[in-house]
């Protein structure tokens, strides 16, 4: 059973804008921290960005200042809004839920992550 229902990607050209959601139900989106995680071909998967249920966010380096993550709790969705896309952004970026997961930026977690999307393919050409 799907729990995260991811939509958003495509194809854009460089420096274009997409915008990633990722819905699910009140109870998930309530008490988990939500999430991206990217990963590309023969790349291991990275934690792009995340917000708790406070509002907080934390972004990767690659990201920051041009990737902004936030959530409409009306909605029990989260979004992704990727501005200024490089080539190097194509990934297939997954949703993620999980109430540790904006520790994962400073921390090594090992217990796995509670809730995944399915997957959307961002492809992002020179």
């Known amino acids: 059973q799907v729990q995260l229902v991811e939509s958003g990607g495509g194809s854009v050209q460089a420096g274009g804008s997409l915008r990633l959601s990722c819905s699910t139900s009140?109870?998930?989106?309530?008490?988990?921290?939500m999430g991206w995680y990217r990963q590309a071909p023969g790349k291991e998967r990275e934690l792009v960005a995340a917000?708790?249920?406070?509002?907080?966010?934390d972004y990767a380096g690659s990201v920051r200042g041009r990737f902004t993550i936030s959530r409409d709790t009306a909605k029990n969705t989260a979004y992704l809004q990727m501005n200024d896309l490089k080539p190097e952004d194509t990934s297939v970026y997954y949703c993620?839920?999980?109430?540790?997961?904006?520790?994962?930026?400073?921390?090594?977690?090992?217990?796995?992550?509670?809730?995944w999307g399915q997957g959307i393919q961002v492809t992002v050409s020179s």
């Open positions: 993620a839920a999980d109430p540790t997961l904006i520790v994962r930026f400073i921390a090594r977690v090992s217990r796995p992550i509670d809730y």
């Open positions: 917000i708790t249920p406070g509002d907080d966010t």
């Open positions: 009140g109870s998930i989106f309530s008490k988990n921290a």
